[in-house]
């Protein structure tokens, strides 16, 4: 399926070539629908978002997305407002109860990041059948959602494919041979990162191996990483697309197992502190930075809206329009993404507040952050 058919905006929504970050959009799109007193709230303050978190190999998801939801629901609610909180630890079969025992609890609204954007279907009709709107979150889960939020996804697989390229000197001849570490099938997102990577790099590399590896586990992309260096030959790789940055620190491993002293090019996403200080200190050439402030913050905004009945504010927030592949048309709104490297670390992870200097710059990094000139 085309990127068109996938995804429909609206002629007021944000350009999908843009690769900044505006902080401000998702929370100043509440003024944008008119007065929301209009609105007649369905609920009150006193209400229960039940989220739902895919996994803890990726530190994002309790250090960042929890704690931002559940601070925005209590500052929409006037502190009445809570969040119910699981975590399914990559196991779809877990989430799946998860999600039914939020059901059972009677929540009100659901923000689900699946494990499994498939198998988790039959869960989100029961949910809507007990009158529980959900908001797919990060993932595009199947089944009857109300909404979905989540960053560009296709735009940060150019993202990283673009970087690649500059990384190996431009345009490339087709000549130099790549490894695509992509990642898990049973996320729709990594199709996405892959699609957009990809239409990139085709024809200017050679894509000597490509993998999708379980789980996104940095142990199985480290697994994969041996066994393309077995088949390619440790000085044959120009550079790797790793789709994440935990995956990329295990395919640091196995090249550094193999005795490769010179590391290529390799991508990654999410910021993560540790992939930070590898850039820092030139093991990993680059990061997607995603504003997860916005996303979780627009997230919440999106449930406390859809609850309480403030359709102008909800519309507002949803401009977007995506198909998944059971339905069509689902409102969403689509946050941007800027490539993180050497170059920007101080305007983008330290100014928007991520993480401190001093988080960064720990001894071990102490030369390389001087280098760079972050003091």
């Known amino acids: 399926m085309s990127r068109v058919a996938r995804l429909r905006r609206s002629a007021t929504a944000v350009a999908a070539s843009v690769v900044t970050v505006s902080l401000a959009a998702g929370c100043g799109a509440l003024d944008a629908g008119g007065d929301v007193s209009e609105a007649t709230p369905a609920k009150g303050n006193d ?69 499994d954007a498939h ?14 709107p959900v908001i797919a979150y990060d993932r595009l889960a199947e089944g009857p959602i109300d909404a979905y939020i989540s960053f560009d996804n296709e735009l940060v697989g150019e993202v990283q494919g673009r970087s690649l390229l500059e990384a190996l000197g431009g345009q490339g001849d087709g000549s130099e041979k790549i490894v695509m570490m992509n990642g898990s099938v049973t996320d729709p997102n990594a199709a996405q990162f892959k699609e957009g990577a ?40 120009a550079g790797v697309y790793s789709a994440n940055d935990g995956m990329a620190g295990g395919i640091i491993n196995a090249l550094e197992a193999a005795g490769v002293t010179k590391l290529p090019p390799i991508t990654g996403q999410d910021a993560e502190l540790a992939a930070v200080q590898r850039i820092i200190s030139g093991e990993q050439y680059m990061s997607v930075y995603k504003s997860y402030p916005q996303e979780a913050q627009t997230a919440a905004e999106m449930a406390v809206a859809r609850i ?36 920007n670390i101080k305007s983008t992870v330290i100014e928007d507040g991520i993480y401190k200097l001093s988080d960064i710059c720990t001894a071990k990094f102490e030369d390389d952050c001087e280098a760079l000139g972050l003091k």
């Open 47 to 115: 209400i229960t978002v039940g989220l739902l978190l895919p996994e803890t190999a990726n530190t994002r998801y309790d250090k960042f997305d929890y704690p931002i939801i559940k601070n925005k629901v209590e500052s929409l609610t006037n502190g009445e407002g809570k969040v119910e909180y699981a975590n399914a630890g990559a196991d779809a079969a877990k989430q799946a109860k998860q999600l039914q025992q939020m059901i059972d609890n009677k929540v009100d609204v659901l923000l689900l990041d699946a494990v």
């Open 119 to 132: 198998a988790i279907a039959s869960e989100v009709k029961k949910a809507k059948e007990a009158g529980i």
């Open 198 to 237: 990809l239409s990139e790099l085709n024809g200017k590399v050679t894509i000597a191996q490509s993998f999708d590896t379980k789980d996104w586990k940095p142990e199985n992309a480290e697994a994969n990483m041996t066994k393309a260096i077995a088949a390619i030959g440790k000085d044959n790789i």
């Open 308 to 343: 309480q009945g403030r359709d102008i504010q909800f519309d507002a927030l949803t401009r977007d329009k995506v198909d998944s592949p059971t339905t069509k048309d689902v409102p969403s709104q689509l946050v941007s993404v800027v490539a993180l490297t050497k170059a």
